[in-house]
């Protein structure tokens, strides 16, 4: 393993000032990039075929069989790999909970699926404006824990790949098909689908539990503010709420999906 030879101490790095960039929507945008932080996220992004750009350590982490794994991995991949000093780490980490290692990749964007292609059993969660970064890493994480197909982000949603989603889908983001489209686009596509659309409002009259669901399965989630669009909701099959019994108004929109997620796909969860 041959690492670099002296760790940077300098932000003027221009290594270093081209990852603080990618803090800005704009500059993930431009150059398609993103970051993630933490040994356990890097080895899922390995485990997905992911190879980082960009590979960063803290000078003196690299101890175990694990982060040496990684180092390994980033210098194969041919990345830069750069050792860097507690400071420098220090701004480049996020300021709750910094990890003594970081990457940077590619942003990977997946197609609308072609409807008559999509199998049987498939559930893909579509988002339409999705505002809190939490709530969408929140919801990658959960589309994967139960093996749903993908997540679809409709509008001026957040970005996926901002820092806090990453973080939130604690390495889902780097295993479940993200797809992100126009309302327009995403309405002339769900028309051609073979199941149902199955959307989530508070005005629904269907019991969320008392559905028989038309597989492959279409879930529509609304925008945490407004809820689901007239558009979007006429777009659906069937919409179905879920039944409260406190005095709030509505749930938190990613245990919303989470519920839904858990009903629809039950029958095919295992211990
Ligand atoms: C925070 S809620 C939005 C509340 C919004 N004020 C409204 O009127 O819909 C965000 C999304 O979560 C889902 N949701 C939350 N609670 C729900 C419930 N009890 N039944 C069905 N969907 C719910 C819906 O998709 C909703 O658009």
Same mark, same amino acid.
């Given at each position: 393993?041959?690492?670099?030879?002296? %760790?940077?101490?300098?932000?003027?790095?221009?290594?270093?000032?081209? !990852?603080?960039?990618?803090?800005?929507?704009?500059?993930?945008?431009? #150059?398609?990039?993103?970051?993630?932080?933490?040994?356990? !996220?890097?080895? #899922?992004?390995? @485990? /997905?075929?992911?190879?980082?750009?960009?590979?960063?350590?803290?000078?003196?982490?690299? #101890?175990?069989?694990?982060?040496?794994? *990684?180092? @390994?991995?980033?210098?194969?991949?041919?990345?830069?790999? =750069?050792?860097?000093?507690?400071?420098?780490?220090?701004?480049?980490?996020?300021?709750? /909970? %910094?990890?003594?290692?970081?990457?940077?990749?590619?942003?990977?964007?997946?197609?609308?699926? @072609?409807?008559?292609?999509?199998?049987?059993?498939?559930?893909?969660?579509?988002?339409?404006?999705?505002? @809190?970064?939490g /709530?969408l890493g929140t919801?990658i994480?959960?589309?994967?824990?139960?093996?749903?197909?993908?997540?679809?982000?409709?509008?001026?949603?957040?970005?996926?790949?901002?820092?806090?989603c990453?973080?939130a889908t604690?390495?889902?983001?780097?295993?479940?098909?993200?797809?992100?489209?126009?309302?327009?686009?995403?309405?002339?596509?769900?028309?051609?689908?073979?199941?149902?659309?199955?959307?989530?409002? =508070?005005?629904?009259?269907?019991?969320?539990?008392?559905?028989?669901?038309?597989?492959?399965? =279409?879930?529509?989630?609304?925008?945490?503010?407004?809820?689901?669009?007239?558009?979007?909701?006429?777009?659906? #099959?069937?919409?179905?709420? !879920?039944?409260?019994?406190?005095?709030?108004?509505? *749930? /938190? *929109?990613?245990?919303?999906?989470?519920?839904? *997620?858990?009903?629809?796909?039950?029958?095919?969860?295992? =211990?």
């Amino acid at each position: 393993m041959t690492l670099a030879p002296k %760790p940077i101490t300098s932000l003027q790095n221009e290594s270093v000032k081209a !990852i603080r960039a990618l803090e800005m929507r704009k500059v993930r945008k431009q #150059t398609g990039l993103f970051v993630a932080e933490g040994a356990s !996220i890097l080895i #899922t992004a390995r @485990d /997905n075929g992911f190879r980082p750009e960009t590979l960063v350590y803290r000078a003196g982490s690299v #101890t175990g069989a694990a982060p040496r794994g *990684l180092v @390994d991995w980033g210098l194969q991949a041919g990345a830069k790999v =750069l050792e860097v000093s507690e400071a420098v780490l220090g701004k480049l980490a996020s300021k709750d /909970n %910094p990890q003594s290692m970081l990457a940077v990749f590619r942003q990977r964007w997946a197609e609308l699926p @072609d409807p008559k292609t999509v199998g049987g059993a498939e559930v893909w969660v579509a988002l339409e404006e999705v505002r @809190d970064p939490g /709530n969408l890493g929140t919801i990658i994480r959960t589309v994967d824990a139960v093996g749903a197909a993908g997540a679809i982000v409709i509008g001026a949603a957040c970005d996926p790949y901002s820092r806090e989603c990453v973080r939130a889908t604690m390495g889902s983001v780097f295993a479940v098909p993200l797809v992100k489209t126009t309302r327009e686009a995403f309405l002339d596509w769900a028309e051609r689908w073979t199941g149902d659309v199955v959307g989530t409002q =508070l005005e629904a009259r269907e019991d969320f539990r008392k559905v028989a669901y038309k597989a492959p399965t =279409l879930l529509v989630m609304g925008s945490e503010g407004p809820g689901l669009s007239e558009a979007l909701a006429a777009a659906c #099959t069937r919409t179905v709420k !879920i039944p409260m019994a406190g005095g709030l108004d509505s *749930l /938190n *929109l990613a245990v919303a999906t989470a519920l839904m *997620l858990y009903q629809i796909r039950g029958p095919h969860l295992t =211990l």
